[in-house]
């Protein structure tokens, strides 16, 4: 069975890697405005390729979030039914 805090602290990591990739989009959104407004055809070809990888980077970081929340619910679900059928037996061995 997975430890659900070690599962946790997988999603929080995951969403603080999420939002500094969504940062790093925006940022490079903006340089690309710039490379235009300067003129620099030249370096867009480029600018544009790094920007598609960072969003399949990100589309793949948001795969493993939910993947790993799925995860999560499934070890608490497990852990609950496990305290559940311990609870059972022990109420049967009192009786």
């Not at 989009?25 to 960072?54: T, V, Y």
């Amino acid at each position: 069975m997975a430890d659900t805090k070690v599962i946790e602290r997988k999603v929080e990591l995951a969403q603080k890697h999420i939002a500094y990739q969504r940062q790093s989009i925006a940022r490079h959104k903006e340089l690309i405005a710039e490379i235009k407004r300067d003129n620099k055809q030249d370096l867009l070809p480029a600018a544009r390729e790094l920007l598609r990888d960072l969003e399949h980077v990100l589309a793949g970081m948001i795969h493993e979030q939910f993947r790993t929340r799925d995860e999560m619910f499934k070890a608490t679900r497990d852990q609950k039914r496990s305290v559940k059928a311990q609870t059972i037996g022990l109420l049967r061995m009192s009786s």
